[in-house]
């Protein structure tokens, strides 16, 4: 407001926002062309029995595909898969990110360089990570089972595949939390460490007193990221599981995708999709409502 | 633990688990010069009699040199398509505060939730009745709509850095708006757009997820798809497949390096001064 104030004069300022409309509105355009009017359309889709490929207009159903889909176990099943999978990613990316962070944040050489490479398996291709997995988890001749001496069906076996895919999930988005918990270090002021050590605390009181709560305010932002990203991720699990054995690692996202373009059902898909997108959609509220409030 | 023991100490311990964490992308690379014969027998985790047959081999067999040019053209063209409409609106979004402003970052944060899979089913629905199905093109313009968000978060942290008083001082030397963004705050966010339009290269060459959906004939495959097809094989050659992923991981990786410093403030849209 203040600075507004100071504008040249009134002119400047109705200039200013024409400016913005003009600034903004073919971005906001696009933006609406390929991300709202898509989820209207699903919106719209999810209330009809459309095919993949359709010749005829598909025809109003309603709500039954929502009631098929809360009827089905398979959903609540999904859901479950999808819920626990993203708690266990976001914790171990997080315990990862912390350990890497708080390693990397002590002082010795070459600290930059181990900095930079750290991040090395968030920056390639997702694609290249999990075929690399793939090959290193074969069953036959993979370097795992080799290694240990086992013989693990770490994506056939359907009690070992919901690990595989977590952990190939974290090893793949710790990285992120490097980065950001990293930063969050940097962001501690260095009196308070030498403040806690004239009071005579350990490393490991200055760990809880000192380093904990001066993480707090980037580990709002940062699970945040960490849920949101991992909730709707599909790519790895498309790749390494593609959702079995026995549906055992089908998160929702995936249960999306194999209606749509395997069953051939878009109606069907959209309102899984839709569905998913609430269950986000309340996760987002209840956690910015119970952790976000005090730093907004 | 202050002294050169404790720092030696410290940098083994890195230096451990730094290259504990990268054995995959390690392995990859070394798969990727081991020959097919090796792998009927207990692997050894250095490279034994490397070569590269297997990079050969994949572009003899495979149209890798097609794949390598689509890819560039859908993350050049991604880049040409959305850097213009953020930036723009990141202006807009660090300056101006009016109710279209808040509608379009209140869509930029909720973007943020919808899976690549729900938004391939309306987007696969356009694309068919506007012909953009299985085109470079409309993978672009998917590809925009993904990087779209992100782009424009980011660089508003770069405007958010000029001072305010900078646009009034030009504001009051008589520069109309577009001069004003042309001379004064152009070249002052020229790093910015440059890191970000590497960013949004990146997604772009990385992205799979919409490449496998929007696009099926051969021809317009891109790596990513290309890459994903080795495993569908009947017999799989994993050294030839490490090798592909090799060639398709070195030119992100390179670009990542570049923009290395830029991520934390970047990602985290601000909430941390990195």
Request: net charge positive.
């Amino acid at each position: 407001m203040v600075s507004r104030m100071r504008t040249a004069s009134p002119n400047a300022a109705a200039a200013g926002n024409k400016a913005s409309s003009a600034l903004i509105l073919p971005a906001a355009m696009v933006m609406g062309a390929v991300v709202i009017y898509p989820i209207l359309t699903t919106m719209w889709l999810s209330l009809t029995d459309a095919p993949l490929i359709s010749l005829s207009p598909p025809s109003f159903a309603g709500l039954s595909n929502y009631a098929d889909w809360l009827s089905n176990p398979e959903f609540w099943r999904s859901l479950w898969i999808t819920l626990v999978y993203t708690f266990g990613v976001t914790v171990g990316s997080y315990a990862i990110g912390l350990i890497t962070a708080l390693l990397l944040n002590m002082e010795f050489p070459g600290r930059a360089i181990l900095r930079g490479l750290v991040l090395l398996p968030w920056a390639i291709p997702e694609v290249a990570a999990v075929m690399t997995w793939n090959w290193m988890l074969d069953y036959q001749f993979g370097i795992v089972n080799s290694l240990l001496g086992s013989q693990i069906g770490w994506v056939t076996d359907s009690a070992v595949a919901p690990w595989t895919v977590t952990i190939v999930t974290i090893w793949k988005q710790f990285p992120l939390a490097t980065v950001v918990l990293l930063a969050g270090l940097q962001a501690i002021p260095r009196e308070l460490y030498e403040a806690a050590n004239v009071d005579g605390a350990s490393k490991l009181q200055q760990f809880i007193y000192v380093t904990l709560p001066g993480l707090k305010p980037v580990n709002s932002v940062l699970v945040m990221m960490l849920i949101l990203y991992t909730f709707k991720r599909i790519s790895i699990i498309y790749l390494l599981t593609g959702g079995g054995p026995a549906r055992a690692t089908e998160i929702l996202p995936v249960t999306t995708y194999l209606e749509a373009f395997k069953y051939f059902r878009l109606g069907s898909a959209s309102a899984v999709g839709i569905l998913a997108l609430l269950f986000t959609l309340v996760i987002t509220l209840v956690y910015s409502r119970l952790f976000m409030r005090e730093e907004a | 633990m202050n002294g050169p023991k404790g720092k030696i100490a410290v940098l083994v311990v890195a230096i451990i688990v730094v290259f504990a964490l990268n054995f995959p992308v390690y392995w990859m690379f070394v798969q990727s010069i081991t020959s097919e014969s090796m792998f009927t027998e207990r692997p050894s985790l250095l490279p034994k009699a490397p070569s590269l047959d297997a990079f050969r081999r994949i572009c003899e067999a495979k149209p890798i040199g097609q794949w390598f040019v689509n890819t560039l053209m859908v993350a050049v063209g991604t880049v040409l398509l959305s850097m213009p409409l953020a930036a723009g609106a990141a202006f807009s979004l660090s300056r101006y505060k009016t109710t279209l402003n808040s509608i379009t970052g209140l869509a930029i944060l909720g973007t943020q939730m919808l899976s690549a899979s729900l938004l391939a089913i309306p987007i696969y629905v356009l694309f068919r009745r506007t012909g953009l199905h299985d085109k470079l093109g409309g993978l672009i313009v998917a590809n925009t709509a993904f990087t779209l968000p992100m782009s424009i978060w980011v660089l508003k942290g770069f405007f958010d850095a000029i001072p305010k008083e900078l646009d009034e001082a030009a504001m009051i030397d008589g520069c109309t708006v577009g001069q004003m963004i042309r001379r004064v705050i152009m070249p002052l966010v020229l790093p910015g757009i440059v890191a970000v339009s590497i960013f949004a290269f990146i997604l772009a060459w990385d992205e799979f997820f919409f490449a496998r959906t929007l696009v099926s004939s051969q021809g317009n495959w891109v790596m990513s798809v290309g890459l994903s097809s080795f495993r569908e094989e009947f017999t799989i050659q994993w050294s030839d497949m490490m090798a592909a992923a090799v060639l398709f991981t070195i030119p992100p990786i390179v670009l990542f390096m570049f923009i290395q410093k830029h991520l934390v403030s970047g990602l985290t849209g601000g909430a941390v001064k990195g």
